[in-house]
């Protein structure tokens, strides 16, 4: 099982960026993916999710609105568009999985997730 996430890098404010989160070794058709972040001297939190039975989404709030995410089944991975980015979305971006059920209590949890790919920086200054 690996996932590998890329995309990032520096953007000025109100600008875009798409995060990959190319996986393998499973099918993000059947499991979960999470996006998470950590910026320095915070703790990691959940950013964005999507299920791998029906497809549904979920953001945490400073996020809604302006962060999408999707999933390419043909290529197996999964997206996180990112519009109006700000300052203080600055931080490393990771994806995770697991293979056990993730409920909505939980999906935010990162001990939750056994399975994290390397992490890519996002910088949003101008």
Known sequence: VQLQASGGGLVQPGG????????SGFSVDYYPIAWFRQAPGKEREGVSYISGNDGSTYYTDSVKGRFTISRDRAKNTVYLQMNSLKPEDTAVYYCATDFEPVTIATMWVPWRYDYWGQGTQVTVSS
């Open 16 to 23: 875009s960026l798409r995060l990959s989160c190319a996986a």
